[in-house]
């Protein structure tokens, strides 16, 4: 850093220009548009989409959130598919993340020295920054051939008796692959949040267990993740809702198909995906406002599962914004 | 700032397209697709008097001097077509001319039109009455192309050509056909030994006016697809993956062992996928080609109407060469722009009044079937009834 | 042998199988750290394998040639991008810095808590729905996509990465610097964009190279504003293309040429974002030696 800025010269040089005016007033005022413009947007954002969303929410009413028709000849529209889509795809990609995100918390905070952490570390917040369109080339053209060849073909003839093997995977692009880029992308959520929480675990409780004799894993066991796991939810919380709202790479790899299906080979379809691939092309205004209404209903869930998660991971870390700035 | 702009554009524009309109006015030349004119003006024409009418033909290449960037968005089937004239007239005739067209699909096309987001929408289906009427101005379908519905396959290490009957096609995609070795598959195809293959049929997750083609085929030929699916941009499609646009069935066709897809013929054999022969009314099994396209259009656009808004598939039987599943690209033009779009009108006016005539020229290299000189003789008329601010956009 | 087992024997046998417990357990997190890398390293690898043979200049100084013919460039996409990335920062920085100076200097601690509840919120919002929300505001009464719609999309994406670095960051500048200043009679507002600021740049500078990645790779918003143009137009009030657009449009297409072209699109992205996060990484380095 160069030259400190609050050496006496430069206060001084501060002060000789200094004269009473309305610098205070219009900073203030500045700063606080710019808070309300946050704001702003916020209620904008809700207030554009339930507007425009109106025509569709009162022809298709309630039963659009449990009917599976999406039938854009006949104007009848019912949101289900797309929500289980989501749903089920999310909470998949979720479980997959926690297990290995936790894990990768827990062995930097706790196991790796440091020559292994920091490159860890960055690798996996990484992992963060690479843009979804490029995890959707990748899981085109790399990812899910070879998943389809060498994991789907397997257990599909293994494990075929299950129904979410049931089906023969005749194509790479499905819900199995949409589950695991998925799962790749919402792993450094989880894993950052999980960190922080764990490492926001006083040390005295890790200290207590190894003065009782604990090897590190019952220290991180019975001293550690019992007081993070709130915390930990939280991460999963803030994992699922980054899920919900991924639309590219889940667009690509998915297969974009309608249907209510247990079986992963089977193609599905998202919320964020129908929005992708037919608001441009809604030919009709209760068309248009029906994908908005979807739109909406995104909105509001991922709103609902951010603030769930925001307010346990601030109970656990105390306040202090969390999860790294590279989520 | 950004209303000077323009109008210092459209100043720039409207000079250089009077210009250009002095220069070559004596060089009318009857506009039909078999005599393209000469790239640049004729030195002989400044004799002449300027006693262009509305009955005199303006050149093809009227649009020369143009400058402006014209936006339009629709059908991905006309996108290989389109990019390639669109390429040739800023190559060869209108520098200044930009043609940005995106490849959104024709139910896109459709949509974007009717929002006004768009200088024009192409589509491989003509508006309907309703359609018209939610955008409230006269608008005008102006066919530009034919092209047939190419169902395309992905066997691999398989060399024998398939042929298809329309209750096969409609098998398949119902889900009742599951694998290629079919008994339905194999008396379409006797002599030919087909693998045990799961099939996967991909339709497009876009609306597109290929499914409204290939659909209003199946619905016309197989009464079980009109009953569990019927016709439309956009159906019920019982069951498959869904590829955005004709690029992405093409792909998804390609990248799937087993697949079978229908997409515009150029994508087919510019990916160099296999092509099936369908059965026509007439009972032949029909390879789509240039020569099997243009005889199913000859079936219907000689009664073609005024408005212009016709179907081709199934050509009647008395046309026994014709392929079954022709189709045609409109693009989708409004009858009056606001004078604030002078420079972009005319320089699509003048962009697509090269393109029915020169432009035709260009599509056999590429697979698609050129407008018939009666159709064309038509379309000019639409074309020439096009106004901005009130003013006809050709002479 | 004796049959008969000592307390220190099962005391023993008790260790050795906790003791293999924890061996386990630390295997499966050094395993789950290898899987963690693992999709990175793979990515990369095959970003740059498939994308190095077309990454060459012609990508950068063609245009897109017509369907079907090898050959050409995303010049559309790389100057459509640099236009909506530079003007959606220009935007929405200083209105983010200026948020955060808020959180962290005037609101009262409720109120503070409150704004930064609503950027988290903002980050949260799925970047589709922004492009529905700036369909509505920019694109259908303008009657037109345009670069200017896709610039105020990914402005409103860059706010809350800005904001929250910099509410943080601000909270990193001692108090005895504001001390210092307020008892030398500096108002405050001079103290704040004068000295406070100031100190905390560096780490507002890693916010808005975070933010600007992270604008440079969003497609999604994109989709209903910019929409993609094959031409190179440098118009505001004119659809735009940017390279997340053309990779996915060229990804999900058919053509060989245009998949090599989204490789070495997405090597061109790739190595931006990397060379990105080196560069914070530099900055904080130097900034301190604290915990990061």
């Not at chain 1, 490492?199 to 267990?209: D, I, L, W, Y």
Request: charged fraction near 15%; aromatic fraction near 8%.
């Amino acid at each position: 850093m160069t030259a400190a800025p609050y050496e006496p010269g430069r206060v001084r040089a501060l002060l000789a220009r200094r004269r009473p005016g309305f610098g205070e007033p219009i900073f203030r005022i500045v700063v606080l548009l710019a808070a309300l413009t946050v704001l702003a947007t916020i209620i904008g954002l809700v207030v554009t989409m339930t507007v425009e969303s109106r025509r569709g929410i009162a022809h298709n009413g309630w039963s659009f959130l449990w009917t599976s028709t999406w039938d854009q000849v006949r104007q009848v529209f019912g949101a289900l598919p797309f929500v289980y889509g989501t749903v089920m795809t999310s909470v998949t990609a979720l479980a997959l993340a926690m297990l290995v995100g936790v894990g990768v918390a827990l062995f930097l905070v706790e196991l790796a020295p440091a020559w292994v952490a920091r490159p860890v570390g960055f690798m996996v917040e990484m992992l963060a920054a690479i843009p979804s369109v490029v995890f959707g080339l990748w899981g085109i053209f790399i990812l899910a051939p070879w998943l389809q060849q060498h994991v789907e073909l397997p257990l599909h003839q293994r494990l075929g008796w299950l129904p979410f093997f049931s089906t023969y995977p005749t194509t790479a692009v499905g819900n199995f692959a949409a589950i695991v880029v998925l799962a790749i992308m919402v792993l450094p959520t989880v894993a950052a949040v999980s960190r922080d929480v764990i490492a926001a675990v006083p040390r005295s409780q890790r200290e207590a267990a190894l003065a009782l004799g604990a090897t590190r894993w019952e220290m991180m066991r019975l001293g550690v993740l019992p007081y993070a796991r709130s915390g930990i939810l939280g991460a999963g919380i803030l994992g699922l809702a980054r899920g919900v709202g991924e639309t590219m790479a889940v667009t690509m790899v998915i297969g974009n198909s309608p249907t209510i299906t247990l079986s992963l080979f089977k193609q599905g379809y998202t919320m964020a995906s129908v929005i992708a691939n037919e608001f441009t092309e809604a030919t009709t205004a209760l068309y248009r406002s029906t994908l908005i209404e979807i739109g909406l209903l995104l909105l509001v869930i991922t709103l609902l599962i951010n603030v769930g998660a925001r307010l346990l991971v601030w109970r656990v870390t105390g306040g202090q914004p969390s999860g790294g700035a590279l989520q | 700032m950004l209303t000077i702009r323009r109008r210092i554009f459209a100043a720039l524009a409207a000079g250089g397209a009077l210009a250009a309109l002095l220069l070559v006015s004596a060089c009318s030349n009857g506009g039909s697709a078999a005599t393209p004119t000469s790239q640049t003006g004729t030195p002989a024409a400044t004799g002449t008097s300027p006693a262009a009418t509305s009955s005199v033909t303006p050149p093809t290449n009227i649009g020369k001097d143009d400058k402006a960037q014209v936006t339009g968005a629709g059908s991905t089937a006309i996108f290989p077509f389109l990019s390639k004239i669109a390429d040739i007239y800023q190559k060869d005739v209108a520098k200044g001319v930009s043609i940005n067209y995106q490849s959104i699909g024709s139910g896109g096309g459709i949509a974007q039109f009717t929002q006004k987001t768009v200088d024009f929408g192409a589509s491989d289906i003509y508006l309907s009455d309703k359609q018209m009427q939610d955008i409230g101005a006269p608008v005008l379908n102006v066919p530009m192309i034919h092209w047939a519905v190419a169902v395309t396959y992905n066997i691999p290490n398989f060399k024998s050509e398939l042929r298809f009957s329309p209750s096969t096609i409609a098998g398949i995609w119902l889900g009742n056909i599951k694998k290629w070795n079919d008994p339905a598959i194999k008396a379409d195809n006797p002599n030919v030994s087909l693998p045990d293959l799961p099939i996967t049929p991909m339709h497009r997750s876009d609306g597109s006016g290929t499914t409204m083609n290939f659909t209003s085929f199946l619905a016309g030929t197989s009464p079980d697809w009109k009953s569990k699916v019927g016709a439309g941009l956009s159906v019920n499609w019982p069951q498959g993956p869904g590829g955005k646009g004709s690029e992405g069935v093409t792909a998804l066709v390609k990248q799937t062992a087993g697949a079978i897809g229908y997409v515009e013929l150029s994508y087919a054999l510019q990916n160099n996928l296999p092509v099936g022969a369908v059965k026509n009314a007439a009972g032949n099994y029909v390879k789509p080609t240039l020569q099997s396209t243009t005889d199913a259009v000859a079936a219907t656009v000689a009664t073609a109407p005024a408005d212009l808004r016709f179907l081709i598939v199934n050509p009647p039987a008395s046309h026994p060469d014709a392929y079954p599943i022709g189709a045609s690209t409109w693009v989708l033009l409004y009858k009056d722009y606001p004078a604030s779009k002078s420079s972009e009108v005319k320089a699509m006016v003048h962009f697509f009044w090269w393109a029915i005539h020169d432009g035709q020229k260009y599509a056999t290299s590429i697979d698609y079937s050129p407008m018939a000189p009666d159709l064309v003789k038509k379309v000019e008329v639409a074309l020439k009834s096009i106004t901005v601010g009130g003013q006809p956009v050709l002479p | 042998m004796t049959p008969a087992l000592t307390g220190a024997d099962i005391r023993g046998r008790h260790l050795r199988r906790r003791q293999a417990r924890d061996r386990l357990m630390r295997a499966l997190l050094w395993c789950s750290a290898l899987a963690a890398v693992t999709p990175l390293l793979l990515l990369l690898m095959f970003v740059v394998r498939e994308g190095l043979p077309a990454f060459r200049p012609s990508l950068f100084t063609e245009v897109p040639r017509p369907l079907g013919e090898s050959g050409g460039g995303v010049k559309p996409a790389v100057v459509g991008s640099l236009i909506m990335v530079g003007l959606g920062t220009f935007i929405g920085v200083p209105i983010a810095i200026l948020a955060g100076v808020y959180a962290r200097e005037y609101a009262g601690s409720r109120l503070a808590t409150v704004i930064r509840f609503l950027i988290d919120v903002l980050a949260g919002v799925p970047s589709i729905t922004i492009g529905l929300f700036v369909y509505g505001l920019l694109v259908a009464p303008m009657h037109t996509f345009s670069g200017l719609a896709g610039a105020v999309a990914l402005a409103i994406l860059i706010v809350p990465t800005v904001a929250r670095v910099t509410d943080e960051m601000l909270a990193l500048v001692p108090r005895s610097v504001r001390e210092a200043a307020y008892a030398l009679g500096v108002p405050r507002w001079k103290t704040i964009a004068r000295v406070v600021l100031p100190s905390a740049k560096v780490g507002i500078a890693t916010g808005v190279v975070l933010g600007v990645a992270r604008i440079a790779g969003e497609t999604a918003p994109l989709l209903f504003t910019a929409l993609g143009n094959r031409t190179v137009s440098t118009s505001l009030v004119r659809p735009m293309d940017a390279l997340p657009l053309r990779i996915y449009v060229y990804a999900t297409g058919p053509y060989r040429s245009w998949h090599q072209q989204a490789w070495a699109a997405s090597l061109l992205l790739v190595l931006l974002v990397l060379g990105f996060s080196l560069i914070t990484r530099l900055l904080l380095r130097r900034r301190a030696p604290g915990p990061d």
